[in-house]
Nanobody
C-alpha cells in the first residue's frame, strides 16, 4: 500500500520560512518523479513544484519560483519543499504526489492528473 505523509506545515508570519517534508512508502521512491501541489480555500489545486527521480531537474510554478526549493533524499524516501519569504497568498493545504510512471516526467507535469498517489496534505497558514 502506497503512503505519502506530509509534515512541516503550520502558522508562520509573512516573510518567514517553512520546510515541508513528504515521507513515502510502498513504492519504489527512487524511480518516481515527485510533485508538490497546493489548494487554497475555495480555489482549484495548483502546481507548486516537481522533481525528477534522481533530483537532477526541478520545476516550479510561477507563484513560488525564486522563493521555493524542491529537493529529495532517495535514501530516506523523502521529498522536501523549502519555502522562503512566505506571503499571505501562500496559505493553502500542501500536498505531495507521486508521478504516474517510473523514470519519466513528461510535459504536462503541472497537471494533477499525471500523479497517481497523493498524501493527505499539510496546512500552511501565513499571517500578514
Amino acid at each position: 500500500q502506497v503512503q505519502l505523509v506530509e509534515s512541516g506545515g503550520g502558522l508562520v508570519q509573512a516573510g518567514g520560512s517553512l520546510r515541508l517534508s513528504c515521507a513515502a512508502s510502498g513504492l519504489t521512491f527512487s524511480s518516481r518523479a515527485m510533485g508538490w501541489f497546493r489548494q487554497a480555500s475555495g480555489k482549484e489545486r495548483e502546481f507548486v513544484a516537481a522533481i525528477t527521480w534522481s533530483g537532477g531537474m526541478t520545476y516550479y510554478g510561477d507563484s513560488v519560483k525564486g522563493r521555493s526549493t524542491i529537493s529529495r533524499d532517495n535514501a530516506k524516501n523523502t521529498v522536501y519543499l523549502q519555502m522562503n519569504n512566505l506571503k499571505a497568498e501562500d496559505t493553502a493545504v500542501y500536498y505531495c504526489a507521486a508521478y504516474q510512471a517510473e523514470y519519466i516526467l513528461r510535459i504536462g507535469y503541472q497537471q494533477e492528473g499525471k500523479y497517481n498517489y497523493w498524501g493527505q496534505g499539510t496546512q500552511v497558514t501565513v499571517s500578514s
